[in-house]
């Protein structure tokens, strides 16, 4: 038994090692997509690419429901776990060197988690904002989408992010409208009565099942459409 517990524990220190040596290494995580961004910019297909780029929730969307990027110029740049800053420091190897037609920014929520550390909305608002930047500064057309409900963090509980997710949300399509950029409204359409993510599109709380990116995908669709009709 006391070997099988030691084990266990040296199994998980080594985890936790890796994960942290991972992250002194690559912090953003450019390996990821390294070889097949290269593979993209070397294709000479004319396509109408559009990136979705965020967290686990867009890493996953692939996953889940693959059938949605079948057959279109659809390029999924998520890593889970990650937050703005790292996004913002891969968005030109993830986004901007593949030509995209259109971006579809979806973060914020790992953030809240402090996935990295404690952060405030006003910053995590201003690294989305700077990739939106980045990205009108590259002709390429953008949809803001606003984060999805969560009304608390399995891994990091008692963070209360319902109320802070409201607020980032509203400074998002503030933004948006004023800047005269596309936002894409998944929220008002997946909360529930206790401001979190209706537990009819999720199984932890925040990551949408396939009944819940079934309810995102006309939402983002119709969104890309709109991104595709904008001048720069």
Not at 83 to 108: S, Y
Request: charged content about 25%; overall charge positive.
């Amino acid at each position: 038994m006391k070997k099988i517990v030691l084990t266990i524990l040296l199994f998980a220190q080594f985890t936790v090692y890796g994960q942290e040596t991972k992250m002194k290494n690559d912090w953003a995580n450019f390996k990821k997509y390294a070889a097949d961004n290269e593979r993209l910019k070397c294709s000479t297909k004319n396509e109408k690419r559009v990136i979705f780029m965020g967290n686990s929730i867009t890493e996953l969307w692939k996953l889940t429901d693959s059938s949605f990027f079948a057959g279109k110029p659809y390029i999924d740049r998520g890593i889970s776990g990650q937050t703005t800053p790292q996004m913002l420091l891969r968005f030109r190897k993830d986004v901007v060197e593949l030509n995209p037609k259109v971006v579809v920014i979806l973060a914020g929520i790992n953030d809240i988690a402090e996935n990295t550390g404690p952060i405030s909305l006003e910053n995590v608002f201003g690294n989305i904002v700077s990739m939106v930047e980045l990205a009108k500064a590259n002709k390429i057309n953008v949809v803001i989408c606003s984060v999805l409900p969560a009304y608390d963090f399995s891994w990091h509980p008692g963070l209360e992010p319902a109320e802070k997710v409201v607020k980032l949300n509203s400074m998002l399509e503030s933004y948006a409208i004023k800047n005269k950029i596309v936002y894409c409204d998944y929220y008002s359409a997946m909360v529930d009565e206790r401001k979190g993510l209706d537990k009819k599109y999720t199984n932890d709380e925040v990551h949408p099942t396939l009944a819940g990116y079934r309810v995102m995908e006309p939402i983002v669709e119709k969104a890309i459409k709109e991104a595709f009709e904008t001048t720069q």
